[in-house]
């Protein structure tokens, strides 16, 4: 079964906590990126990467981390100086960086 | 990026058509207009894609305007299960620095009635 899986599909972080999302895709794509959404609203670009170990900031990338040491793979870390991280996060996948982005079903991150 | 313009709802009956327009009048010659949509709380769901001509899938329906400035997505026998919000966006060129970025504004609310 080919596809973008994203795990947790909850996740819940403590105050000054560092946690870490994971996106896995197994469709051989070259790029990939995190967005974020707040309710009612549109997607953000957080970071992107069109080739293993290598990514770009988007809109969004204060307080966010990520590596892309495999191609498969490409984790998001929202760390402690995030001030407002809950919302839903989004992986996608392209095979390369101007084609057609495949979604994940998201993880949605709730601090306590 | 182009930005894009969409109305922020719209309502069909089911069975009829529903079209929903999307304005992005600084796109550049080399940028795409893709179409998703998002059913709540889950990832957004591709559907059609294209440059100058109209396309056509087992989705729906897109029309691009001849000056590229505007396009219209039609799903044209709407069901209640296409009650979604529905993205328009444009992919910049893979020759731009800032390639593999693309910006989803807020999108139109599709709602579908019986």
């Known amino acids: 079964d080919g596809g973008i899986t994203q795990s947790p599909k909850y996740l819940f972080r403590k105050e000054g906590q560092n946690v870490t999302l994971s996106c896995e895709q197994n469709l051989n794509h070259d790029a990939m990126y995190w967005y974020r959404q707040d309710p009612g609203q549109g997607l953000r670009l957080i970071y992107y990467s069109q080739i293993v170990n290598d990514f770009q900031k988007g809109d969004i990338a204060e307080g966010y981390s990520v590596s892309r040491e495999k191609k498969e793979s490409f984790p998001l870390t929202v760390t402690s100086a995030q001030k407002n991280p809950t919302a839903f996060y989004l992986c996608?996948?392209?095979?390369?960086?101007?084609?057609?982005?495949?979604f994940g079903p998201g993880t949605r991150l709730l601090v306590l | 990026d182009a930005k894009t313009t969409q109305p922020p709802s719209m309502d069909c009956a089911e069975g009829r058509a529903a079209n929903l327009p999307c304005n992005h009048s600084?796109?550049?010659?080399?940028?795409?207009v893709y179409w998703y949509r998002q059913i709540h709380s889950q990832g957004p769901q591709y559907i059609i894609h294209?440059?100058?001509n109209n396309e056509t899938n087992e989705m729906a329906s897109l029309i691009i305007t001849e000056d590229r400035k505007s396009s219209t997505l039609i799903l044209p026998h709407a069901t209640l299960r296409d009650t979604a919000v529905y993205y328009c966006i444009v992919r910049v060129d893979r020759r731009d620095t800032n390639a593999g970025k693309s910006t989803f504004g807020d999108g139109t609310t599709l709602t579908v009635k019986p």
């Open positions: 294209g440059l100058k």
């Open positions: 996608a996948s392209s095979i390369s960086r101007q084609g057609t982005q495949y």
């Open positions: 600084t796109i550049s010659g080399n940028e795409y």
